[in-house]
Structures are given as structure tokens and as C-alpha cells.
């Protein structure tokens, strides 16, 4: 076990889908390397994963097969303290809280939110502002300022940008509140066990400074509570983008699965996934960002897989093929990924000895949750029971 002295870090990832190299390389490689050095808690999200809709069989076996990746990859849980997120109450019972004292603003401009509530403005005053304008455009047609033809351009500009303000209202009513909320509940999550440091990818560092700043409102009004831990993020690979489009991020909740190699893709899946990947046009394989988004994509992913720098990978294929490159690397992924998936198999034989992992662990958070809120209730004015 972790020492008293040890500086704490929390982590988790959602259960909500296929965990891809993605979540291992910009978190759970992160989260094994750390594990001697910190006192470290990482959870398995299942009430973040609700947040878009689950079909609650798959949630379960999720939930599972996310602790299961854990083990395999190597967390220890004599030196981690694994868990289920929403086997620790105090989770939701600190993130309803912290949404008392979160301006909605806040919560409206998250890249997250808006990403997946397909949602582009920042807040219904900005849609406000849009009709503002449009009715201006249509008074002046009123007026027939302009000549017939300016007139028609404003026309299909109006409709346009009409048909656009109702696509967005029509996303916002579908769109739930626990979707906006989900940076108060990992605000929760993190802030529950007064960590040092949170190893995130990069995608969630935007969440991270929420969770700061909400930090310091709550210390701000009720007097010093919480810690501001800091981000830890890997210098390379902290934002593995998507085989089927290098613009976005690799995600498990992507529509299409050639998005993602998942940790637990099967040789012949790695191969074909990898084979059809998106590549820039030109030859060659070289680390330019801006202008081959997806070989420099393909570079980050095979470098940390096989642990080769970017630049001796470069050297090493000057003048190949893509084909060839593409080849070398689903090898690299099949030799990385294969021993995981041998762990991972094993663990699935003793569900029990898992179990029992979970139940110890959710009994250390619980304590260590149960602290924070002590004071956080005290400090609120809620009356002790
Ligand atoms: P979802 O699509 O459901 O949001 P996800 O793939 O984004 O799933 P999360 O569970 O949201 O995964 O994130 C878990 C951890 O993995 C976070 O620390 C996050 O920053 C990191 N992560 C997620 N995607 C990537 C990525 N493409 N590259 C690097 N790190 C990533
Ligand atoms: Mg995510």
C-alpha cells in the first residue's frame, strides 16, 4: 500500500464502450506508470457513462470489462484503489452540490457538452442574438433596401440561418441535464478525494480547469475545503485522433468502430481497422501535424505502442510505403496488445477474485469520501444525521 505521505491522484474512465488505445495511451499507461509513486484512485465512470443513453445489460458488462482492462493492463489494486464510480454515493452527493454553486454559463460552453449535444452556440443568448440579427436582415427586405437581387441573397441567408437556429433548438430539447452536468459530477469525482494531481488526456483538461475553478468558488464562499490538484497529461499522445477522420478525437462512443482500435480488437480487426485507416496525400511518413494529420496520427500511436521515438520511426521509414508503414504498425499494435489481452481473458475466468477487488475497493474510497463530505456538509450548513 501506498504510503501516508504519498501525494494522491484520481483518474477514471467512463464505461462506455470499448476502451481504445486512445484511453491507454493518454490515461491508463499513465495511471500504471504513477501507481508507485502516488496514492492513486481510479474508478470506472458508470454515471458518466449515462449521460448519453446505455442499454443497461451492455452498462453491466461494461462496467465490468473496463475493470477487467484495468487488471490487465496492469493497475495493482495493492498499491491502486479500483472502484465503480456510483458504489461511492458521496459522488453524487458532492456533484449536486457543486451544481448550487455553478453558473449555468459554465456549463453551456463546455467543448464536451457541445460536441456531444451537437449544440454550436454558446448559450441560448447567443441563439438570441442570432434571431436579433435575422429580424434586422428581414425588416431592412421589408423596407426593400437593396436591389432584387440583394434581396433574394438576404432570402436564402434568412432561411438558412433559420433552418440552422431550429436544428439547435430541436438539439437542445433533446439533450439532457445530466449531459450538462457532467463536469459538476467529475468535478465530484476528482475533488471527493483531495488529489495532488489528475492524469487526464488531453480532451478532458477543459474539464479539469472546471473542476478548479469550482474548487476555489466553493473555498471562496465557505471558507478553505478543496485542493486545486493539477492536470497531468503525457507529452505525446495525449490526444490520439480517430482512424476514420484525423481532425477528431479516437472515441468509444464514436459512431463508427474503424474509429478506434479497442484494447481488446482481435488481430484480424487490428489489421483491417489499420489497413482502411485515413492517410494524407503524398508519400511520405513524416510527423507534420497541420499538414499529415493522419500519418503524424499513425507515427504518435506506434511510437508509444512499441516505444520508438517519432524520429527514429521517421528514419526508419524513409522511402516505404504507406502499405509498408501501415503493416509494421498493426504488428506493433498485435505484439503490444497481445499479452493485455491474455491478462484480460484469465481475469474473465475469476470474476469472483474481481469482485472482490471492487467491493474492497469502494469500502477505501467510501472511507476516504466519506471525510471530505463531512466537512463539505458542515460547511454548507447541512444538518448532521
Ligand atoms: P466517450 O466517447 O464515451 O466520451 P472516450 O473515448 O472519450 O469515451 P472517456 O471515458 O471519456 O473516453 O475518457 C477516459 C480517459 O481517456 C480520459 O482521461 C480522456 O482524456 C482519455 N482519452 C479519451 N480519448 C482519448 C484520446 N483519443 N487520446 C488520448 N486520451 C484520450
Ligand atoms: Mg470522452
Given at each position: 500500500?501506498?504510503?501516508?505521505?504519498?501525494?494522491?491522484?484520481?483518474?477514471?474512465?467512463?464505461?462506455?464502450?470499448?476502451?481504445?488505445?486512445?484511453n491507454?495511451?493518454?490515461?491508463?499507461?499513465?495511471?500504471?506508470?504513477?501507481?508507485?509513486?502516488?496514492?492513486?484512485?481510479?474508478?470506472?465512470?458508470?454515471?458518466?457513462?449515462?449521460?448519453?443513453?446505455?442499454?443497461?445489460?451492455?452498462?453491466?458488462?461494461?462496467?465490468?470489462?473496463?475493470?477487467?482492462?484495468?487488471?490487465?493492463?496492469?493497475?495493482?489494486?495493492?498499491?491502486?484503489?479500483?472502484f465503480?464510480?456510483?458504489?461511492?454515493?458521496?459522488?453524487?452527493?458532492?456533484?449536486?452540490?457543486?451544481?448550487?454553486?455553478?453558473?449555468?454559463?459554465e456549463?453551456?460552453?463546455?467543448?464536451?457538452?457541445?460536441?456531444?449535444?451537437?449544440i454550436?452556440?454558446?448559450?441560448?443568448?447567443?441563439?438570441?442574438?442570432?434571431?436579433?440579427?435575422?429580424?434586422?436582415?428581414?425588416?431592412?427586405?421589408?423596407?426593400?433596401?437593396?436591389?432584387?437581387?440583394?434581396?433574394?441573397?438576404?432570402?436564402?441567408?434568412?432561411?438558412?440561418?433559420l433552418?440552422?437556429?431550429?436544428?439547435?433548438?430541436?438539439?437542445?430539447?433533446?439533450?439532457?441535464?445530466?449531459?450538462?452536468?457532467?463536469?459538476?459530477?467529475?468535478?465530484?469525482?476528482?475533488?471527493?478525494?483531495?488529489?495532488?494531481?489528475?492524469p487526464?488526456?488531453?480532451?478532458?483538461?477543459?474539464?479539469?480547469?472546471?473542476?478548479?475553478?469550482?474548487?476555489?468558488?466553493?473555498?471562496?464562499?465557505?471558507?478553505?475545503?478543496?485542493?486545486e490538484?493539477?492536470?497531468?497529461?503525457?507529452?505525446?499522445?495525449?490526444?490520439?485522433?480517430?482512424?476514420?477522420?484525423?481532425?477528431?478525437?479516437?472515441?468509444?462512443?464514436?459512431?463508427?468502430?474503424?474509429?478506434?482500435?479497442?484494447?481488446?480488437?482481435?488481430?484480424?480487426?487490428?489489421?483491417?481497422?489499420?489497413?482502411?485507416?485515413?492517410?494524407?496525400?503524398?508519400?511520405?511518413?513524416?510527423?507534420?501535424?497541420?499538414?499529415?494529420?493522419?500519418?503524424?496520427n499513425?507515427?504518435?500511436?506506434?511510437?508509444?505502442?512499441?516505444?520508438?521515438?517519432?524520429p527514429?520511426?521517421?528514419?526508419?521509414?524513409?522511402?516505404?510505403?504507406?502499405?509498408?508503414?501501415?503493416?509494421?504498425l498493426?504488428?506493433?499494435?498485435?505484439?503490444?496488445?497481445?499479452p493485455?489481452?491474455?491478462?484480460?481473458?484469465?481475469?474473465?475466468?475469476?470474476?469472483?477474485s474481481?469482485?472482490?477487488?471492487?467491493?474492497?475497493?469502494?469500502?477505501?474510497?467510501?472511507?476516504?469520501a466519506?471525510l471530505?463530505?463531512?466537512?463539505?456538509?458542515?460547511?454548507?450548513?447541512?444538518?448532521?444525521h
Open positions: 500500500m501506498a504510503g501516508p505521505n504519498k501525494q494522491i491522484a484520481v483518474s477514471g474512465i467512463q464505461a462506455s464502450g470499448n476502451l481504445h488505445i486512445g491507454y495511451i493518454g490515461a491508463i499507461k499513465q495511471f500504471v506508470e504513477l501507481q508507485d509513486k502516488y496514492k492513486m484512485f481510479v474508478f470506472v465512470a458508470d454515471l458518466h457513462a449515462i449521460t448519453v443513453p446505455q442499454d443497461p445489460e451492455k452498462l453491466q458488462a461494461q462496467t465490468l470489462d473496463a475493470v477487467y482492462t484495468y487488471l490487465a493492463c496492469g493497475l495493482d489494486p495493492e498499491k491502486t484503489t479500483i465503480i464510480q456510483s458504489h461511492v454515493p458521496q459522488h453524487t452527493e458532492l456533484g449536486w452540490i457543486l451544481n448550487t454553486i455553478t453558473p449555468l454559463g456549463l453551456e460552453r463546455m467543448t464536451q457538452f457541445k460536441d456531444k449535444a451537437k454550436d452556440k454558446n448559450s441560448l443568448f447567443d441563439l438570441e442574438q442570432l434571431i436579433r440579427l435575422e429580424n434586422a436582415k428581414y425588416k431592412a427586405i421589408e423596407r426593400s433596401e437593396g436591389s432584387i437581387k440583394e434581396i433574394k441573397e438576404i432570402k436564402i441567408d434568412i432561411t438558412t440561418t433552418s440552422e437556429i431550429l436544428e439547435e433548438l430541436k438539439n437542445r430539447g433533446r439533450t439532457t441535464a445530466g449531459l450538462l452536468n457532467y463536469p459538476t459530477l467529475m468535478a465530484a469525482d476528482i475533488l471527493l478525494y483531495n488529489p495532488d494531481a489528475v487526464v488526456g488531453e480532451d478532458q483538461l477543459q474539464h479539469l480547469e472546471f473542476a478548479r475553478m469550482v474548487a476555489r468558488k466553493f473555498n471562496t464562499r465557505f471558507g478553505e475545503t478543496f485542493k490538484p493539477k492536470a497531468l497529461i503525457q507529452k505525446e499522445g495525449a490526444r490520439i485522433m480517430g482512424l476514420d477522420d484525423p481532425i477528431k478525437k479516437m472515441s468509444k462512443s464514436a459512431t463508427s468502430a474503424n474509429n478506434y482500435i479497442g484494447i481488446l480488437d482481435s488481430e484480424e480487426e487490428i489489421r483491417r481497422k489499420i489497413k482502411i485507416a485515413v492517410t494524407d496525400s503524398g508519400k511520405e511518413i513524416k510527423f507534420y501535424p497541420k499538414t499529415k494529420p493522419a500519418i503524424s499513425l507515427l504518435i500511436i506506434f511510437s508509444q505502442m512499441a516505444d520508438i521515438p517519432v527514429g520511426l521517421e528514419k526508419k521509414y524513409a522511402g516505404k510505403t504507406y502499405a509498408e508503414f501501415k503493416s509494421d498493426a504488428d506493433a499494435l498485435v505484439v503490444a496488445l497481445s493485455i489481452q491474455i491478462k484480460y481473458k484469465a481475469l474473465t475466468k475469476d470474476s469472483e474481481v469482485l472482490k477487488i471492487l467491493r474492497n475497493g469502494a469500502d477505501r474510497a467510501r472511507d476516504a466519506a471530505t463530505m463531512h466537512a463539505v456538509r458542515q460547511k454548507v450548513g447541512l444538518l448532521a
